[in-house]
Structures are given as C-alpha cells and as structure tokens.
T-cell receptor, first 111, second 111 residues
C-alpha cells in the first residue's frame, strides 16, 4: 500500500462548479499537508499548505485535513478553465525533509 | 526571474553515458531538494540538502547517482552509466521555511 493514495481521475467539471480533490494517507506522523498544482510539462506550483488538522482558505481554494481519518481535501470554488491541471497532495512528518506525493488528480474545467 | 532555475531543460543521451544537471535555488533558501517524476506519477524524493550538507538520501538514489551542493548555493545531480529506466523529469525545489518551490525540471531521455 502506498503511503499516500490519490484518485488519478481524470475529473471533468463545468466552469463554475465546486471541485473536491481528495487524498488518503497511512502515516500518522504526517503533520504538514501541501497541495501543488502542476500544468503539463511544468514543475509543481505550491498552492497552499496546512499544519495538523483543520481548514485553511486562500481565495477560491480551501484545504482541509482530518487526521483522525487520515483524509486530506482541497476544494475549489467557482472553478475556471485555467484551473485545469494536475493537483498533487504531499504530506510530510516535519517542517523539513521529504514530501511524499500522491499520484495526482487530473482536473479539466470545461467552459 | 527569482524562481528556481534548472539547466538543461531537456537532455537526450545514449544508454551508458553520464549526465549532469544543475539547479539554482531561490537565493537565501537554505534547503534544496531533488525529486524524480515519471509520466502519470507524482514526484519521488531523491535527496535533500540543508546548506551544503546532504541530510537525506532515498533508496532510489543508487550508487550511479550523486548530488552535491558546494558552498550551499547551486546543486548538481549526476547520473553515471545512464539506463533507459532513468528517463524521467528531474525536479529541483528549494525552501527557507515550510513550502517548497519547484523549478521547471530537466527532462531526461535515455535512448
């Protein structure tokens, strides 16, 4: 079993929809939870991160962590065609050291 | 441009040849990471530097791979005796506090 599981999709939604992207993980030592966005043939771009359980909001993006169920979510409100990309969750146990990436979920937002 | 830069962006080589990639992190970032990403997968951790010290290496980093970060500035990743299985995107990231910023990657093709 992989340490971080993420549904690869693809996920296709109409413009303006609310998108929910999810990951599960197995290592209870994870404390920092990152979300990256990656466009085709580009490097990952840091969207946001949370520490421990709880929610964090940044514009149209909300990250949510439930450590009791080892479940990570990213919500995108009012999705735009420019949000079409692969979204990667990446937790880790400390504030430094390696990130453990999920496989990534490919999102397509149709105009 | 003040982001992470990588050189070259693309490298095509024949099996058995040696290749070297360079990463220039964001200035003042003391942490530098190397990851490898294959098509349809999330990045996999290879190694991590804090300043010039290499603090962690993945088991993926066989003895054909070596990384350096002299003087805690730029870093190089060398692959000796390349194999077709080394074909991937090699990503560099840097950070000062939590939240790694990735470069555009070097795409390696081994023929």
């Amino acid at each position: 079993q992989k340490e971080v599981e993420q549904d690869p999709g693809p996920l296709s939604v109409p413009e303006g929809a609310i998108v929910s992207l999810n990951c599960t993980y197995s290592n209870s030592a994870f404390q920092y939870f990152m979300w990256y966005r990656q466009y085709s043939r580009k490097g990952p771009e840091l969207l946001m991160y949370t520490y421990s359980s709880g929610n964090k909001e940044d514009g149209r993006f909300t990250a949510q962590v439930d450590k009791s169920s080892k479940y990570i979510s990213l919500f995108i409100r009012d999705s735009q065609p420019s949000d079409s990309a692969t979204y990667l969750c990446a937790p880790r146990s400390g504030n430094t050291g390696k990130l453990i990436f999920g496989q990534g979920t490919t999102l397509q937002v149709k105009p | 441009d003040t982001g992470v830069s990588q050189d070259p962006r693309h490298k095509i080589t024949k099996r058995g040849q040696n290749v070297t990639f360079r990463c220039d992190p964001i200035s003042e970032h003391n942490r530098l990471y190397w990851y490898r990403q294959t098509l349809g997968q999330g990045p996999e951790f290879l190694t991590y530097f804090q300043n010039e010290a290499q603090l962690e290496k993945s088991r993926l980093l066989s003895d054909r791979f070596s990384a350096e970060r002299p003087k805690g500035s730029f870093s190089t990743l060398e692959i000796q005796r390349t194999e077709q299985g080394d074909s991937a995107m090699y990503l560099c990231a840097s950070s000062l506090v939590t939240g790694e910023f990735f470069g555009p990657g070097t795409r390696l093709t081994v023929l």
